[in-house]
């Protein structure tokens, strides 16, 4: 179970992850670079296949859930 919600939702570790997922992505959707999308996204702990997804389809979002 916890393997298929990791294929459709982004599991971070920490209620200040969100804040930082979430910017990440808006900035990268508003022209930002896509090599700091990635060393900031993979730095929280997002798996390299959704961080690739992510990069792929600027704009788009996982959803994300808290592990607290």
Avoid: N
Avoid at 4 to 9: D, L, P, V
Avoid at 36 to 64: K, M, N, V, W
């Amino acid at each position: 179970m916890l393997e298929t919600i990791k294929t459709r939702a982004v599991a971070l570790r920490a209620l200040a992850d969100l804040d930082i997922y979430e910017t990440a992505v808006e900035q990268f959707e508003s022209g930002g670079s896509r090599h700091e999308l990635l060393s900031t996204l993979f730095s929280i702990g997002i798996p390299a296949t959704q961080i690739r997804h992510l990069a792929s389809y600027p704009g788009s979002r996982l959803p994300a859930i808290v592990c607290e």
